[in-house]
């Protein structure tokens, strides 16, 4: 069966339109976009949806051009072995780049990860200085681990008013996280005096 001179076109120009898509670039991100997909917990999801195609440009920013979001997002690949041979020492020593450049974000999750032992041993001493740090810079995740590591019987007592002061000032519109920092101000309340706390609701840390 011979095909006609405009089904042949249509071939051509279907398999020219099949090609040229899985040609098409994905574009870096910019550094405000990787920082939103961190804050959202998509960066890693963002990679794998990308095709793994931007690995030699994460990399080259986390090493070369030492971009803390790109340090983290490096950091985050190797450690789970997302579109490169997993590293997890590799991973934590850039996650640890990043957050001494103070990246919050950063030095939220080395503060989880000790606190939680994902990667390390459980430090509790360690967690709690990454996220004294990050909870100063308003990261609210940080804020409210800090609120429960302190709950449990944890930190100096001369830590409370400042974490009471970042949780009674921080900003959600997230009901279960506004509820959640609700129960955490009066449990951290039950450990200070009344002049303390009203002191606290009036003092920016």
């Excluded at 850039?94 to 450049?101: F, K, L, P, R």
């Amino acid at each position: 069966m011979k095909l006609s001179f405009f089904s042949i076109l249509f071939f051509i120009f279907i398999s020219f339109q099949s090609s040229a898509e899985a040609l098409k670039v994905v574009q870096i991100y910019t550094d405000n976009e990787l920082l939103d997909l961190i804050k959202d917990n998509k960066h890693l999801g963002q990679v794998v949806l990308d095709d793994c195609q931007l690995v030699q440009d994460i990399e080259a920013r986390a090493i070369k051009s030492q971009m803390p979001s790109y340090q983290f997002l490096w950091g985050d690949m190797l450690a789970y072995g997302v579109c490169v041979k997993k590293d997890v020492e590799l991973g934590l020593y850039y996650m640890q780049e990043a957050a001494d450049q103070g990246l919050s974000e950063g030095l939220e999750q080395l503060g989880r990860y000790y606190h939680i032992g994902k990667f390390v041993q459980v430090d509790v001493d360690k967690a709690i200085r990454y996220l004294k740090e990050a909870a100063t810079l308003k990261n609210l995740k940080a804020q409210i681990r800090l609120a429960q590591i302190y709950d449990q019987g944890f930190g100096s007592p001369l830590d409370f008013p400042a974490l009471y002061s970042q949780l009674h000032h921080a900003v959600t519109d997230d009901k279960k996280v506004h509820k959640k920092i609700s129960t955490l101000l009066l449990k951290l309340a039950d450990k200070m005096p009344e002049r303390v706390i009203n002191a606290a609701k009036v003092t920016e840390y």
